[in-house]
């Protein structure tokens, strides 16, 4: 069994890249190559923390939800109590937000500790969406927003609403995703 380092924060799991092809992609082959990446992608290397694992036992840990939006109307979101006019929110970049969802508990694994966040974003019909399951990547039919995406209000499979607590928490994520996820949509 293929054995590795990983970079985890207080948010989860440090990816090498944002495409999170499949779980060799959070892998890094040395300590030394993970400490490189995080000072040349992170400029620092306090607040994060090396650990090695096995390849069987990162697959078995997380079903993740990979969201690849490119959203308009920023300024419909709100971080932190104010409208988000630069797209200060974690994992966005220009107009492209990614981020990684631990189905389980509806955390961002990649979110910026301490940020709350009441998600409105119309996607532009270019999005992608990947869940991870037992090691099998699967992605949504078609660019539409899937409904898992739309708690606090109808999406109509154009919009994400969600509401986003200080440590990254998607509220009523659990039973939302459980009345809506369909496996038949993914493939």
């Not at 992609?25 to 992608?41: D, K, P, Q, R, T």
């Not at 620092?44 to 939800?65: A, F, H, M, P």
């Not at 109590?81 to 990649?110: R, S």
């Amino acid at each position: 069994m293929r054995e590795g380092y990983i970079i985890t924060n207080s948010n989860g799991i440090i990816t090498q890249n944002s495409e999170f092809l499949d779980y060799d992609e959070i892998m890094f082959e040395s300590e030394n190559f993970a400490l490189e990446h995080l000072e040349e992608v992170y400029g620092k290397t306090d607040g994060y923390s090396i650990k090695k694992c096995s390849l069987g036992s990162l697959k078995n840990e997380k079903t993740i939800l990979e969201v690849q939006a490119n959203v308009r109307y920023l300024e419909d979101t709100l971080l932190n109590n104010k409208q988000d006019l630069g797209g200060d929110i974690t994992g966005m970049n220009g107009n492209n937000w990614d981020i990684f969802i631990d189905v389980e508990d509806g955390k961002i694994l990649n979110w910026k500790q301490g940020d709350e966040a009441r998600v409105h974003y119309k996607v532009c019909d270019m999005g992608k969406y990947f869940i991870t399951i037992n090691s099998k990547r699967l992605q949504y039919d078609g660019y539409y927003v899937p409904d898992i995406l739309a708690i606090e209000d109808e999406g109509y499979g154009d919009y994400i609403i969600i509401d986003i607590d200080k440590n990254g928490y998607i509220n009523n994520f659990e039973n939302h995703f459980k009345k809506h996820f369909a496996l038949s949509e993914w493939n």
